[in-house]
């Protein structure tokens, strides 16, 4: 019967679901627990390049041009030479406003230089624009957990960086349980149908919560966010979380796609994990800049 294949299929995807995130949350807790810096950029690296890939993916089945091979060769490129500059066990160099600015330069040359060549008109500045904005949009903004992982002085970097994924990712949960057993009211019906105010408020309070109870459980690791630090941060970080969310729900309704791929079984493409942080990591790291922690 439909209901019943619907409530098996139901149960098919939350299986994937929940399989799928125990195995990735038991590499990033083991990558953690071990500091293993190099393998955390590794995982950043490759699901920032796959989350990018998806982007032009989805603009490609809407119809649209993209350089995606310049795209992704300029994403690896920017992950690569901040390793470099700041994470590399084989000597650093100091990372610059004006060493980033070169790169990007080079990348819009690169964009423009390539239709040039090609010599067509038609669509050059759709494919020009797209590719350009799916590089700011992923991987220049998940740079900033690279940033984050090997900027702060004393080691400190991992704790802070998974401090900020969890009041993210709390968020989310928080959000998604509150909606599904309160919500009523739409936070916008247009760009995310499913999502609420209730959920909202819920997702904002369970952040708050796990942000004072982390630096609480953890008082050596994130002593540096003690006292009403940690309240700033649960409330900011879940704040902007949720404008990531629904940022990436305008791109996806904008292209007509539902998910951004299958890069995971049961939680959907790259693009779908990352989207929150995309937003709430720069933030983050401007906070640590702000306040003298980096």
């Known amino acids: 019967m439909p209901g019943e294949n619907a409530v098996l299929e139901g149960y098919k995807m939350f299986g994937?679901?929940?399989?799928?995130?125990?195995?990735?949350?038991?590499?990033?807790?083991?990558?953690?627990?071990?500091?293993?810096?190099?393998?955390?950029?590794f995982l950043i690296a490759v699901v920032g390049i796959a989350a990018q890939k998806e982007f032009y993916l989805s603009q490609r089945a809407a119809g649209r041009t993209v350089f995606l091979k310049t795209g992704l060769l300029a994403g690896a490129l920017l992950f690569v030479a901040t390793y470099?500059?700041?994470?590399?066990?084989?000597?650093?160099?100091?990372?610059?406003?004006?060493?980033?600015?070169?790169?990007i330069l080079l990348v819009i040359l690169g964009a423009l230089t390539r239709r040039v060549?090609?010599?067509k008109i038609e669509g050059a500045t759709e494919a020009m624009a797209l590719t350009l904005f799916g590089f700011f949009y992923v991987p220049y903004l998940l740079n900033?957990?690279?940033?984050?992982?090997?900027?702060?002085?004393?080691?400190?970097?991992?704790?802070?960086?998974?401090?900020?994924?969890?009041?993210?990712?709390?968020?989310?949960?928080?959000?998604?349980?509150?909606?599904?057993l309160l919500g009523r009211h739409k936070l916008s019906p247009l760009i995310s149908p499913k999502k609420t105010w209730e959920g909202l408020v819920g997702g904002v309070?369970?952040?708050?919560?796990?942000?004072?109870?982390?630096?609480?459980?953890?008082p050596q690791a994130l002593a540096s966010l003690a006292g009403v630090h940690a309240w700033i941060l649960g409330l900011v970080l879940s704040g902007v979380s949720v404008i990531g969310d629904l940022g990436e729900s305008v791109?996806?309704?904008?292209?007509?796609?539902?998910?951004?791929?299958?890069?995971?079984p049961g939680i959907g493409g790259a693009l779908d994990l990352v989207d929150s942080?995309?937003?709430?990591?720069?933030?983050?790291?401007?906070?640590?800049?702000l306040t003298g922690r980096v």
Not at 23 to 38: D, F, H, K
Not at 86 to 91: A, D, F, L, T
Not at 277 to 289: A, C, E, I
């Open 144 to 180: 900033y957990a690279i940033k984050i992982l090997f900027c702060v002085p004393g080691g400190a970097g991992i704790p802070l960086l998974a401090f900020a994924v969890a009041i993210t990712k709390l968020t989310d949960i928080g959000a998604y349980i509150s909606g599904k």
């Open 84 to 103: 470099i500059a700041v994470g590399s066990p084989y000597g650093r160099f100091p990372i610059t406003f004006t060493g980033e600015a070169v790169l």
């Open 16 to 41: 994937w679901r929940l399989l799928s995130s125990l195995v990735l949350w038991s590499i990033v807790i083991a990558l953690v627990v071990l500091r293993y810096t190099q393998g955390v950029f």
């Open 277 to 289: 942080l995309l937003f709430s990591l720069p933030v983050f790291y401007g906070y640590l800049v």
């Open 251 to 264: 791109v996806k309704r904008d292209a007509h796609v539902k998910d951004s791929g299958s890069f995971i």
């Open 117 to 119: 060549f090609e010599a």
């Open 205 to 218: 309070l369970v952040a708050l919560v796990a942000s004072v109870g982390l630096v609480k459980w953890f």
